[in-house]
């Protein structure tokens, strides 16, 4: 079964700098695979799938990228509604569908 | 506009029952995978379930298998969720969210708002 490793847990950033958020996964997964963003009291929301296609509406500054097992979530430059928890998740035809642990970007 | 609505959650006892039920409008819900996915407090996201969109296969996490349940009535655009010999390490926020298209990779393109259900006595 597939295990995705988000480190690191935790970002302490500034409005403006860049946020870069790694996705490990214990075994080749392709492409298969979306991240979603978490606000406190609020359901996740996608903004990226097949590792790097930004979703409907999803600011440019939000890019994914890598293949296999490794994986890369940059935010360019944050913004305050930036700061938030984002997960991985291996998304495919074929279940189970697991999460990441999760990357909380909190202001520094 | 896309719409998943939960419903159900309460509190429960220790070995106790509660079936959720989430309300789909907005899309052609016969036509979409649908999952179930849980929060417990201050914890990550959690998979459970998924459903085919004909209903014809079920796949669970082994944290529920055997004792949830997931089904879904496509005349009435709703999906269920039973849950049996509930324990307290099944207290969370349990979301429903809609498989994206193909093209999308089947990521979870719309959720829920949640529904809680706390496991106590």
């Known amino acids: 079964e597939i295990v995705l490793t988000q480190s690191p847990a935790t970002l302490s950033l500034s409005p403006g700098e860049r946020a870069t958020l790694s996705c490990r996964a214990s075994q080749s997964v392709g492409i298969y695979l979306a991240w979603y963003q978490q606000k406190p009291g609020q359901a996740p929301r996608l903004l990226i799938y097949g590792a790097s296609s930004r979703a409907t509406g999803i600011p440019a500054r939000f890019s994914g990228s890598g293949s296999g097992s490794d994986f890369t979530l940059t935010i360019s430059s944050l913004e305050p509604e930036d700061f938030a928890v984002y997960y991985c998740q291996y998304s495919n035809n074929w279940p189970p569908l697991p999460f990441g642990g999760g990357t909380k970007v909190e202001i520094k | 506009q896309v719409q998943l609505v939960e419903s159900g959650g309460g509190v429960v006892q220790p070995g106790g029952s509660l079936r959720l039920s989430c309300a789909a409008s907005g899309f052609t819900f016969s036509s979409v995978g649908m999952n179930w996915v849980r929060q417990a407090p201050g914890r990550g996201l959690e998979w459970i379930t998924f459903i085919r969109y004909d209903g014809s296969r079920q796949v669970y996490a082994d944290s529920v298998k055997g004792r949830f349940s997931t089904s879904r009535d496509n005349s009435k655009n709703m999906l269920y969720l039973e849950m049996n010999s509930l324990r307290p390490e099944d207290t969370a926020i349990y979301y429903c969210?809609?498989?994206?298209?193909?093209?999308?990779?089947?990521?979870?393109?719309?959720w829920g708002q949640g529904t809680l259900v706390t496991v106590s006595s």
């Open positions: 969210a809609k498989e994206g298209p193909a093209a999308a990779g089947k990521a979870f393109d719309h």
